[in-house]
């Protein structure tokens, strides 16, 4: 596949903070991708020296096998997709649409026929017929979020960064735009780099994830890899998903305070960046305190806290001994919520074979 974008080790210092700190990646092009990190990884200012906002300090930026090294953010045929929209609150729909194409630079700008033909286009893409005259203080959040990504589409751009562009919405209506986005771009066939961090909005809506973790990749994969197995306890940790102990690596054990986990002959050979420990929320089975364990299992135990039910799942978290939370995940597709007695012990009980280790 042909490589829209390459960052080669890319760096970014704000004083003695390094916010990217040797970003190397490559986008391909015609492709989702998802880029998700925790509050200050530098999400943001990697889409800002992406689209020449800012200059980075070190490494080098690639469009399309030419550099950009030099070239002003309003050359580098780069869109962007604000997380607040940054509309202008006293144009209308289509004027914030065809703002950028109207404010083109001399040759570049397209005759009035041409700016309100692609304006059509456009509108009918994202599907904002009929609010074309509407002021956009007169349009839900929903199509606010519809004339943000129209306004930068139009311009056609090779490629279009989105910082958590549905970051301002609520819930419902966030869903429903995930499957409007990936739909949108697939009709257009430009490379989307969507920010987020969500890690369910990053694994629903990406071709490819990557993981940014204090300024460095820490992952680049497809999403049900980055799910199944994350390449740190770092990116553990920001799926959310995952139960994670310390400790130390022994001979055929994970030994640590939560107590001592017999290893997997495969899982014993897993990744770096611990030592840690780590089993999924929807990995682990409760059992009454009596049942014993396979060979093939491990088992703790724990005392019940409290039960989160969610509709399709019953989220249980217990505390063990030192003190800790473990958390559970049951799918309820063909089971009703279990009911677990407040403060009394359970065993927690899971496959040898699913847990990761990390040396
Ligand atoms: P994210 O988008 O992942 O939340 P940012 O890219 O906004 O993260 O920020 C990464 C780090 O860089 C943070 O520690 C942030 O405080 C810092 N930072 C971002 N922009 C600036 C700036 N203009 N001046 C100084 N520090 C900044
Ligand atoms: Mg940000």
Same mark, same amino acid.
């Given at each position: 596949?042909?490589?829209?974008?390459?960052?080669?080790?890319?760096?970014?210092?704000?004083?003695?903070?390094?916010?990217?700190?040797?970003?190397?990646?490559?986008?391909?092009?015609?492709?989702?991708?998802?880029?998700?990190?925790?509050?200050?990884?530098?999400?943001?200012?990697?889409?800002?020296?992406?689209?020449?906002?800012?200059?980075?300090?070190?490494?080098?930026?690639?469009?399309?096998?030419?550099?950009?090294?030099?070239?002003?953010?309003?050359?580098?045929?780069?869109?962007?997709?604000?997380?607040?929209?940054?509309?202008?609150?006293?144009?209308?729909?289509?004027?914030?649409?065809?703002?950028?194409?109207?404010?083109?630079?001399?040759?570049?700008?397209?005759?009035?026929?041409?700016?309100?033909?692609?304006?059509?286009?456009?509108?009918?893409?994202?599907?904002?017929?009929?609010?074309?005259?509407?002021?956009?203080?007169?349009?839900?959040?929903?199509?606010?979020?519809?004339?943000?990504?129209?306004?930068?589409?139009?311009?056609?751009?090779?490629?279009?960064?989105?910082?958590?562009?549905?970051?301002?919405?609520?819930?419902?209506?966030?869903?429903?735009?995930?499957?409007?986005?990936?739909?949108?771009?697939?009709?257009?066939?430009?490379?989307?780099?969507?920010?987020?961090?969500?890690?369910?909005?990053?694994?629903?809506?990406?071709?490819?994830?990557?993981?940014?973790?204090?300024?460095?990749?820490?992952?680049?994969?497809?999403?049900?890899?980055?799910?199944?197995? &994350? /390449?740190? +306890? #770092?990116? %553990?940790?920001?799926?959310?998903?995952?139960?994670? $102990?310390?400790? !130390?690596?022994?001979? @055929? *054990?994970?030994?640590?305070?939560?107590?001592?986990?017999?290893?997997?002959?495969?899982?014993?050979?897993?990744?770096?960046?611990?030592?840690?420990?780590?089993?999924?929320?929807?990995?682990?089975?409760?059992?009454? &305190? /009596?049942? +014993? #364990?396979? %060979?093939?299992?491990?088992?703790?135990?724990?005392? $019940?806290?409290? !039960?989160?039910?969610? @509709? *399709?799942?019953?989220?249980?978290?217990?505390?063990?001994?030192?003190?800790?939370?473990?958390?559970?995940?049951?799918?309820?597709?063909?089971?009703?919520?279990?009911?677990?007695?407040?403060?009394?012990?359970?065993?927690?009980?899971?496959?040898?074979?699913?847990?990761?280790?990390?040396?």
């Amino acid at each position: 596949m042909a490589t829209i974008l390459k960052l080669d080790n890319v760096s970014k210092l704000y004083g003695s903070l390094r916010a990217l700190d040797g970003v190397t990646l490559s986008l391909p092009d015609n492709a989702y991708i998802s880029l998700l990190g925790p509050s200050g990884s530098g999400k943001t200012t990697l889409l800002r020296v992406i689209a020449g906002f800012e200059r980075q300090d070190g490494g080098g930026v690639l469009l399309a096998g030419e550099s950009l090294d030099g070239v002003p953010a309003h050359r580098r045929n780069i869109g962007f997709v604000f997380q607040n929209f940054a509309l202008f609150p006293h144009l209308s729909v289509a004027r914030n649409i065809s703002f950028g194409l109207e404010n083109s630079e001399g040759t570049a700008r397209p005759s009035a026929g041409v700016i309100a033909a692609k304006v059509r286009d456009i509108v009918a893409l994202t599907g904002l017929g009929g609010l074309e005259e509407r002021g956009v203080a007169q349009i839900s959040g929903g199509q606010r979020q519809r004339v943000a990504l129209a306004r930068t589409l139009v311009t056609e751009p090779g490629l279009v960064l989105l910082d958590e562009p549905l970051g301002a919405l609520d819930a419902n209506l966030r869903t429903r735009m995930r499957d409007e986005l990936r739909a949108i771009r697939e009709r257009l066939g430009v490379t989307f780099l969507h920010v987020t961090g969500s890690e369910t909005e990053a694994l629903a809506m990406g071709d490819s994830l990557i993981v940014l973790d204090r300024g460095r990749i820490g992952q680049i994969d497809a999403p049900d890899t980055v799910y199944n197995r &994350p /390449a740190s +306890p #770092a990116v %553990a940790r920001f799926l959310n998903c995952y139960n994670l $102990f310390e400790g !130390s690596l022994g001979e @055929g *054990a994970f030994v640590g305070p939560a107590g001592r986990f017999a290893l997997d002959a495969a899982a014993a050979a897993s990744k770096g960046g611990g030592p840690a420990y780590a089993v999924r929320h929807d990995r682990i089975e409760v059992r009454p &305190p /009596a049942a +014993p #364990a396979g %060979a093939d299992e491990v088992r703790i135990e724990g005392a $019940f806290v409290a !039960s989160e039910y969610t @509709g *399709a799942t019953q989220l249980s978290f217990f505390r063990l001994d030192d003190g800790r939370l473990v958390e559970v995940e049951a799918h309820l597709s063909h089971r009703s919520p279990a009911a677990y007695g407040a403060d009394e012990r359970y065993g927690l009980v899971w496959k040898r074979r699913d847990a990761l280790v990390y040396a």
